[in-house]
């Protein structure tokens, strides 16, 4: 295949200005590898809703279902914060999209870049070398549980969400982890709460079954407090991390923090036929207009669509490579700028690593 | 009130170790300030188990009931990992231990002592004057909802866990954590995932309306996933933190490891008649029976006791002065050894926090 399909969603905030330098970064690779890129805008998030009354439009959702890969920039901010919750933001447009791509598996990679390891609140000799993958299922327990508000006798209210999984839910995203383990150092640490719930003693019986299938790959289990703990007392004990929707969204944001450059960090949803790509970071309104924006982490999304959608593994080392590149020279945008570096601004740093391509 | 009876559960592992200890300074305190404390010892945890069957008998609950405080050592071990879930120590003791008490709130601080700044992973400038109180919800949500577990027509299972508050829950901890900041510097923020769970969004309303009756405090909605990155990227910004049973589960262990000494951090859980203080580490069989175990939670934990439970600021005041007063002495279990400082075993460290009080 030679041509690629990608809708292209930049959403609300810094969104408008990070999305096109990662746009710029794939036409740069289209270029040098005589690929065919064809990049499809479409509204979604605040903008959508400010444009058509809905944060998810329907033709946004079939441009995606369409298209090869989505590559999304970020979504929300407090000009929505008021609207009835399924007309916000993030959850009207973020988690139909998940379901309705059936995207899975949540990967966010959480990895030390060249120069910036200052820019973290841990030590050094604690953060130096860590290199961890967190895989974190997306599409199933409490986030999309029943949801029910009742009256209590008292005058009160009783308000119940139900956090559900099916072994088959566990089995697919489980599966994915052990195959990146397998890439990478060969260790699983699946996390859950087996002392206390039954949707994670499923998770864990599910996990032990599994292992079997990869006796190559260390298997550990961890409970999410102790997991929460680790993660800042000896980072570099993990390679790969396994867990649940919610255990995942408390402990990929925490990782993040290892590396101190959140503006960094790429992520990739999985499982469907078609992935989607943003950056971890969220629309930061507060800088929003000023091209003051970090690119990197959505360039690195890119870099993940390449190798998770397209197969493309060069192209996608190609465009990691040209980021480090740009970092070892010293260019910096103001949320990582430090004495002794050259300042950027969003537009030029993605020409920078368009160049290096 | 002169004669306070104190229910003494030292339970497994260390806890045999640690919890005399504590007893000891209490000795202290009441031969200095004239009180009568009546110690009764029961068995508890895989010690109960290997006893009589049961990790909570009916006697150790009676005897709880019975009494003004408990003061607990540590729970669980491998030898009882696996046991069928409610006989396992930890779930079968102190889950309904702290139901059966109507321990709704959980409070544990998160503060430096003296010296011991570069245990912690992170920087010192982060760090340095941190002092958080974490309340956490403690007879609700996930952990004492239904649990199911059903066949799937695929061949496979699916496990269920329901999570539900009523407002008078939620309202009796927010309540108390508002009037533990009204003590402390005067700002409560409230962790929730209202953008994703209606109990979440019943939290958020509920505290909202409480707010009104604290102006003198100001309140700070977060959301888990920020929280748990704004406790590593700056957490200094924390006064009182009050949140659900499992976000407060994660969270208060992360933040444990912002001081790098979890040896070092009491627990307190009250709500009913009697409250229960405990250190917020575990059983480490590892190292149990070698007399290398810090017994300064535990101490702690007793100062708490005296503070929230017998309401003897004073007394509570002198412990944690002596343990401050023999960390500034340069004394240290092994967990906390560093060159230069003078190496005490378990015992000695209770006797030299006893000698100042
Ligand atoms: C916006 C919110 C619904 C979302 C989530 O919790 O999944 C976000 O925190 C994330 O991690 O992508
Ligand atoms: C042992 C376990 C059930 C317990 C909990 O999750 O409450 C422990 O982690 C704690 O925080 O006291």
């Not at 990197?296 to 990691?320: N, P, V, W």
Request: some cysteine; aromatic content about 6%.
């Amino acid at each position: 295949q030679e041509m690629y399909r990608i809708a292209v969603l930049p959403g609300d905030g810094i969104g408008v200005e990070i999305v096109p330098e990662a746009v710029k970064a794939l036409k740069a690779i289209a270029e040098k590898f005589g690929h065919e890129f064809v990049f499809t805008e479409a509204l979604v998030g605040g903008a959508a809703y400010d444009a058509v009354g809905h944060p998810l439009p329907d033709e946004t959702l079939e441009l995606c279902q369409n298209s090869d890969a989505v590559l999304l920039g970020a979504i929300g901010g407090p000009k929505w914060d008021d609207l009835p919750v399924h007309l916000r933001p993030e959850v009207g447009a973020l988690l139909p999209l998940r379901k309705e791509l059936g995207l899975f598996a949540n990967l966010r990679p959480c990895m030390l870049f060249p120069g910036l390891i200052h820019a973290s609140t841990l030590k050094e000799e604690v953060i130096e070398g860590v290199d961890i993958l967190v895989v974190r299922e997306l599409t199933g327990g409490l986030y999309f549980g029943e949801k029910t508000r009742e009256k209590t006798a008292d005058g009160g209210q009783k308000a119940t969400d139900v956090l559900s999984y099916s072994t088959y839910e566990i089995e697919r995203v489980v599966r994915f982890a052990y195959e990146a383990a397998r890439k990478r150092r060969k260790k699983l640490c699946s996390v859950d709460k087996a002392n206390v719930l039954e949707s994670s003693r499923l998770w864990r019986e599910t996990v032990t079954e599994l292992a079997k299938e990869y006796p190559d790959v260390e298997t550990v289990h961890m409970y999410v407090d102790n997991c929460a703990m680790q993660l800042i007392r000896n980072p570099k004990q993990f390679d790969v991390i396994v867990t649940e929707n919610m255990f995942g969204d408390i402990l990929t944001d925490e990782a993040s923090m290892l590396t101190g450059s959140i503006g960094m960090l790429p992520s990739a949803s999985i499982g469907g036929e078609v992935g989607l790509y943003e950056p971890a970071h969220g629309s930061a309104p507060d800088i929003a207009g000023q091209k003051k924006a970090n690119p990197l982490a959505t360039i690195l999304s890119a870099a993940m669509m390449l190798r998770y959608s397209f197969h493309l593994e060069e192209e996608a080392r190609t465009i990691e490579n040209a980021v480090r590149q740009v970092l070892i020279e010293g260019y910096r945008t103001p949320d990582l700028m430090e004495p002794g570096k050259i300042l950027v601004n969003t537009v030029e740093m993605g020409d920078k690593v368009a160049e290096k391509i």
